[in-house]
T-cell receptor, first 114, second 111 residues
Framework: KQEVTQIPAALSVPEGENLVLNCSFT??????LQWFRQDPGKGLTSLLL?????REQTSGRLNASLDKSSGRSTLYIAASQPGDSATYLC?????????????FGKGTKLSVIP | NAGVTQTPKFQVLKTGQSMTLQCAQDMNHNSMYWYRQDPGMGLRLIYYSASEGTTDKGEVPNGYNVSRLNKREFSLRLESAAPSQTSVYFC??????????FGQGTRLTVV
Protein backbone atom coordinates (compact mmCIF):
# COMPACT_ATOMS: atom_id res chain seq x y z
CA LYS A 1 0.00 0.00 0.00
CA GLN A 2 1.36 3.37 -1.02
CA GLU A 3 2.05 5.82 1.80
CA VAL A 4 2.96 9.45 1.27
CA THR A 5 4.61 11.64 3.90
CA GLN A 6 5.16 15.37 3.82
CA ILE A 7 7.65 17.21 5.98
CA PRO A 8 7.37 19.69 7.59
CA ALA A 9 3.69 19.81 8.53
CA ALA A 10 3.89 23.60 8.83
CA LEU A 11 6.40 26.21 7.78
CA SER A 12 6.60 29.95 8.37
CA VAL A 13 9.06 32.07 6.37
CA PRO A 14 9.66 35.78 5.75
CA GLU A 15 8.71 37.19 2.37
CA GLY A 16 11.39 36.84 -0.28
CA GLU A 17 12.91 33.66 1.10
CA ASN A 18 13.46 30.58 -1.04
CA LEU A 19 12.01 27.39 0.43
CA VAL A 20 11.74 23.65 -0.11
CA LEU A 21 8.82 21.37 0.70
CA ASN A 22 9.47 17.65 0.95
CA CYS A 23 7.40 14.65 -0.05
CA SER A 24 8.34 10.97 0.30
CA PHE A 25 6.52 7.86 -0.89
CA THR A 26 6.99 4.20 -0.04
CA UNK A 27 6.24 2.49 -3.37
CA UNK A 28 8.53 3.70 -6.16
CA UNK A 29 6.33 2.12 -8.86
CA UNK A 30 4.43 5.32 -9.48
CA UNK A 31 3.17 6.78 -12.76
CA UNK A 32 3.29 10.40 -11.71
CA LEU A 33 3.80 12.70 -8.77
CA GLN A 34 1.52 15.71 -8.55
CA TRP A 35 1.71 18.81 -6.38
CA PHE A 36 -1.44 20.70 -5.39
CA ARG A 37 -2.22 23.91 -3.60
CA GLN A 38 -5.22 24.28 -1.29
CA ASP A 39 -6.42 27.60 0.06
CA PRO A 40 -8.55 27.61 3.26
CA GLY A 41 -12.09 26.42 2.56
CA LYS A 42 -11.31 25.79 -1.10
CA GLY A 43 -10.67 22.86 -3.39
CA LEU A 44 -7.33 21.65 -4.75
CA THR A 45 -5.52 23.37 -7.57
CA SER A 46 -2.94 21.42 -9.53
CA LEU A 47 0.48 23.12 -9.58
CA LEU A 48 2.86 20.70 -11.22
CA LEU A 49 2.79 17.13 -12.44
CA UNK A 50 6.00 15.15 -12.91
CA UNK A 51 5.77 12.05 -15.04
CA UNK A 52 7.68 9.01 -13.84
CA UNK A 53 10.18 9.37 -16.69
CA UNK A 54 10.95 12.99 -15.80
CA ARG A 55 13.27 14.41 -13.17
CA GLU A 56 11.71 17.83 -12.73
CA GLN A 57 9.08 20.32 -13.85
CA THR A 58 9.04 24.09 -13.64
CA SER A 59 6.27 26.66 -13.63
CA GLY A 60 7.20 30.25 -12.89
CA ARG A 61 8.72 30.42 -9.41
CA LEU A 62 7.91 26.76 -8.74
CA ASN A 63 10.18 23.83 -9.45
CA ALA A 64 9.34 20.24 -8.57
CA SER A 65 11.80 17.37 -8.70
CA LEU A 66 11.29 13.64 -8.57
CA ASP A 67 13.70 10.88 -7.54
CA LYS A 68 11.82 7.60 -7.89
CA SER A 69 14.69 5.45 -6.68
CA SER A 70 14.80 7.19 -3.32
CA GLY A 71 11.03 7.73 -3.17
CA ARG A 72 11.29 11.51 -2.86
CA SER A 73 9.96 14.67 -4.44
CA THR A 74 10.63 18.28 -3.56
CA LEU A 75 8.78 21.48 -4.36
CA TYR A 76 11.03 24.52 -4.52
CA ILE A 77 9.44 27.96 -4.26
CA ALA A 78 11.65 30.88 -5.18
CA ALA A 79 11.28 34.39 -3.76
CA SER A 80 8.24 33.55 -1.68
CA GLN A 81 5.32 36.00 -1.48
CA PRO A 82 2.44 36.37 1.01
CA GLY A 83 0.12 35.12 -1.75
CA ASP A 84 1.95 31.78 -1.62
CA SER A 85 0.47 31.14 1.83
CA ALA A 86 -1.61 27.95 1.53
CA THR A 87 -1.43 24.23 2.19
CA TYR A 88 0.65 22.28 -0.32
CA LEU A 89 -0.21 18.65 -0.97
CA CYS A 90 1.69 16.05 -2.91
CA UNK A 91 0.04 12.98 -4.38
CA UNK A 92 1.58 9.83 -5.84
CA UNK A 93 -0.30 8.37 -8.77
CA UNK A 94 -0.30 4.62 -9.26
CA UNK A 95 -2.39 2.11 -11.17
CA UNK A 96 -4.93 -0.27 -9.70
CA UNK A 97 -7.95 -2.16 -11.02
CA UNK A 98 -7.74 -0.44 -14.39
CA UNK A 99 -7.73 3.05 -13.00
CA UNK A 100 -5.32 5.54 -11.59
CA UNK A 101 -5.34 6.27 -7.90
CA UNK A 102 -3.92 9.27 -6.13
CA UNK A 103 -2.49 8.77 -2.66
CA PHE A 104 -2.07 12.04 -0.80
CA GLY A 105 0.26 13.26 1.88
CA LYS A 106 -1.21 15.27 4.75
CA GLY A 107 0.20 18.50 3.42
CA THR A 108 2.53 21.30 4.45
CA LYS A 109 0.88 24.50 5.64
CA LEU A 110 2.97 27.42 4.44
CA SER A 111 2.78 30.92 5.89
CA VAL A 112 4.76 33.69 4.20
CA ILE A 113 5.15 36.67 6.51
CA PRO A 114 5.23 40.14 4.87
CA ASN B 1 -15.41 25.61 -18.62
CA ALA B 2 -16.91 24.56 -15.31
CA GLY B 3 -14.51 21.63 -14.78
CA VAL B 4 -15.76 19.60 -11.80
CA THR B 5 -18.95 20.81 -10.12
CA GLN B 6 -20.14 19.56 -6.74
CA THR B 7 -23.48 20.16 -5.07
CA PRO B 8 -24.35 21.09 -2.42
CA LYS B 9 -21.48 23.20 -1.04
CA PHE B 10 -22.70 22.95 2.55
CA GLN B 11 -25.06 20.54 4.32
CA VAL B 12 -26.11 19.81 7.89
CA LEU B 13 -27.72 16.44 8.58
CA LYS B 14 -29.13 14.81 11.65
CA THR B 15 -27.83 11.39 12.61
CA GLY B 16 -29.66 8.73 10.63
CA GLN B 17 -30.70 10.98 7.75
CA SER B 18 -29.71 10.17 4.21
CA MET B 19 -28.42 12.35 1.42
CA THR B 20 -26.69 12.24 -1.95
CA LEU B 21 -23.72 14.37 -2.94
CA GLN B 22 -23.65 15.16 -6.63
CA CYS B 23 -20.62 15.54 -8.86
CA ALA B 24 -20.46 16.36 -12.56
CA GLN B 25 -17.52 16.97 -14.88
CA ASP B 26 -17.54 18.45 -18.36
CA MET B 27 -14.06 17.36 -19.46
CA ASN B 28 -15.04 13.97 -20.89
CA HIS B 29 -12.84 12.22 -18.31
CA ASN B 30 -13.15 8.48 -17.84
CA SER B 31 -12.19 8.23 -14.17
CA MET B 32 -13.93 9.91 -11.26
CA TYR B 33 -13.22 9.82 -7.53
CA TRP B 34 -14.69 10.68 -4.16
CA TYR B 35 -12.39 11.72 -1.31
CA ARG B 36 -12.98 12.90 2.21
CA GLN B 37 -10.65 15.33 3.96
CA ASP B 38 -10.34 15.40 7.73
CA PRO B 39 -7.96 17.40 9.95
CA GLY B 40 -4.78 15.44 10.57
CA MET B 41 -5.84 12.64 8.20
CA GLY B 42 -5.33 14.22 4.80
CA LEU B 43 -7.41 13.17 1.81
CA ARG B 44 -8.63 9.58 1.81
CA LEU B 45 -10.23 7.80 -1.13
CA ILE B 46 -13.80 6.61 -0.53
CA TYR B 47 -14.80 5.19 -3.92
CA TYR B 48 -13.72 5.57 -7.50
CA SER B 49 -15.04 4.80 -10.95
CA ALA B 50 -12.56 3.87 -13.66
CA SER B 51 -15.16 4.25 -16.39
CA GLU B 52 -18.89 4.55 -16.93
CA GLY B 53 -20.65 1.57 -15.37
CA THR B 54 -17.85 0.55 -13.00
CA THR B 55 -17.18 1.46 -9.38
CA ASP B 56 -14.64 0.24 -6.83
CA LYS B 57 -13.97 0.72 -3.14
CA GLY B 58 -11.19 2.93 -1.95
CA GLU B 59 -9.58 3.19 1.46
CA VAL B 60 -12.66 4.19 3.54
CA PRO B 61 -15.87 2.95 1.80
CA ASN B 62 -17.91 1.89 4.83
CA GLY B 63 -21.15 3.85 5.21
CA TYR B 64 -21.15 5.08 1.61
CA ASN B 65 -22.53 4.02 -1.74
CA VAL B 66 -21.85 5.45 -5.17
CA SER B 67 -23.45 5.55 -8.59
CA ARG B 68 -21.78 6.34 -11.91
CA LEU B 69 -24.89 7.55 -13.65
CA ASN B 70 -23.16 8.33 -16.94
CA LYS B 71 -19.76 9.51 -18.04
CA ARG B 72 -20.35 13.00 -16.60
CA GLU B 73 -21.88 12.23 -13.21
CA PHE B 74 -20.69 10.36 -10.13
CA SER B 75 -22.80 10.56 -6.97
CA LEU B 76 -22.00 9.63 -3.36
CA ARG B 77 -24.79 8.52 -1.05
CA LEU B 78 -24.91 8.37 2.72
CA GLU B 79 -27.76 6.04 3.63
CA SER B 80 -27.74 6.66 7.38
CA ALA B 81 -25.47 9.56 8.31
CA ALA B 82 -23.27 9.31 11.40
CA PRO B 83 -21.28 12.02 13.22
CA SER B 84 -18.08 10.26 12.07
CA GLN B 85 -19.02 11.22 8.51
CA THR B 86 -18.66 14.91 9.30
CA SER B 87 -16.01 15.95 6.80
CA VAL B 88 -15.25 17.85 3.64
CA TYR B 89 -15.94 15.75 0.57
CA PHE B 90 -14.13 16.26 -2.73
CA CYS B 91 -14.93 14.87 -6.11
CA UNK B 92 -12.18 14.58 -8.73
CA UNK B 93 -11.88 13.50 -12.33
CA UNK B 94 -8.93 12.21 -14.29
CA UNK B 95 -8.24 11.35 -17.90
CA UNK B 96 -5.63 8.68 -18.37
CA UNK B 97 -2.52 9.73 -16.49
CA UNK B 98 -2.34 13.49 -16.67
CA UNK B 99 -3.31 15.81 -13.88
CA UNK B 100 -6.42 15.38 -11.76
CA UNK B 101 -9.06 18.09 -11.40
CA PHE B 102 -10.97 18.65 -8.18
CA GLY B 103 -14.31 20.19 -7.31
CA GLN B 104 -14.65 22.90 -4.67
CA GLY B 105 -15.84 20.48 -2.01
CA THR B 106 -18.94 19.78 0.08
CA ARG B 107 -18.72 20.63 3.76
CA LEU B 108 -20.94 18.14 5.59
CA THR B 109 -21.81 18.28 9.28
CA VAL B 110 -23.73 15.44 10.95
CA VAL B 111 -25.22 16.34 14.31
Amino acid sequence: KQEVTQIPAALSVPEGENLVLNCSFTDSAIYNLQWFRQDPGKGLTSLLLIQSSQREQTSGRLNASLDKSSGRSTLYIAASQPGDSATYLCAAQSSGAGSYQLTFGKGTKLSVIP
Amino acid sequence: NAGVTQTPKFQVLKTGQSMTLQCAQDMNHNSMYWYRQDPGMGLRLIYYSASEGTTDKGEVPNGYNVSRLNKREFSLRLESAAPSQTSVYFCASLYGWPEAFFGQGTRLTVV
